[in-house]
């Protein structure tokens, strides 16, 4: 079946230092991506989106790249802080008409170094 | 905080008794969705509400769970006859009804089935 995946389970950044946390996806007629933080004991917190129509999305610290061409999507996160320390999700909403259900992947873990 | 409420955070249950969640969704989100989560996974979709109409269930949704939002607000997911594997997290989301688009998550209810 479609799934979605991370090419990483843990990443170990300094702080102060970019992260990049990227994520694979494998149905090409996805047409909508969201990028999760999870933190322990939590539920899923939305950072940003994607539309399959844009390559790039910008928000507060946070860059979504979008490569349609390889299926690929990623999470850039500028100066990491400790606060950002948690596990990522990659979800693809359904492409099928009507279907509005989330696909996760398994998780990013990050960690921040002090 | 996004708003999403759910009830009660934590159960502990033996195994073949039931089990009851409530939902609180966004006030004015039409859609209300129900997740389960297991340790170490991503997020996956158990069932989905357009106000008070199911529209959606996956093939997780065994008939010993069902899911009613009576009224097109708050939503109940309950499992009968609990077994072991049932012992996960389980999470609500609400969503405005306009398409494919943001999905705001709860704090989720943890279950422990012994």
């Known amino acids: 079946g479609e799934s979605v995946g991370l090419h990483l389970p843990t990443l170990s950044v300094q702080e102060g230092d970019n992260s990049i946390i990227n994520c694979a996806y494998s149905?090409?007629?996805?047409?909508?991506f969201i990028w999760y933080k999870q933190e322990s004991g939590k539920g899923p917190q939305f950072i940003i989106d994607?539309?399959?129509?844009?390559d790039k999305r910008q928000g507060q610290r946070v860059t979504v790249l979008l490569n349609k061409t390889v299926k690929h999507l990623s999470l850039q996160i500028a100066a990491t802080q400790p606060g950002d320390s948690a596990v990522y999700f990659c979800?693809?909403?359904?492409?099928?008409?009507?279907?509005?259900?989330?696909?996760f992947g398994k998780g990013t873990k990050l960690s921040v170094i002090p | 905080d996004t708003g999403v409420s759910q009830d009660p955070r934590h159960k502990i249950t033996k195994r073949g008794q039931n089990v009851t969640f409530r939902c609180d969704p966004i006030?004015?989100?039409?859609?209300l969705y129900w997740y389960r989560q297991t340790l170490g996974q991503g997020p996956e979709f158990l069932t989905y509400?357009?106000?008070?109409?199911?529209?959606?269930k996956s093939r997780l949704l065994s008939d010993r769970f069902s899911a009613e939002r009576p009224k097109g607000s708050f939503s109940t997911l309950e499992i009968q006859r609990t077994e072991q594997g049932d012992s996960a997290m389980y999470l609500c989301?609400?969503?405005?009804?306009?398409?494919?688009?943001?999905?705001?998550f709860g704090p989720g209810t943890r279950l422990l089935v012994l």
């Open positions: 989301a609400s969503s405005r009804g306009g398409g494919r688009e943001t999905q705001y």
């Open positions: 149905n090409s007629a996805s047409d909508y």
């Open positions: 994607i539309r399959s129509n844009m």
């Open positions: 979800a693809e909403a359904g492409s099928g008409a009507g279907s509005y259900q989330l696909t």
């Open positions: 006030s004015e989100h039409n859609r």
């Open positions: 509400f357009q106000n008070e109409a199911q529209l959606e």
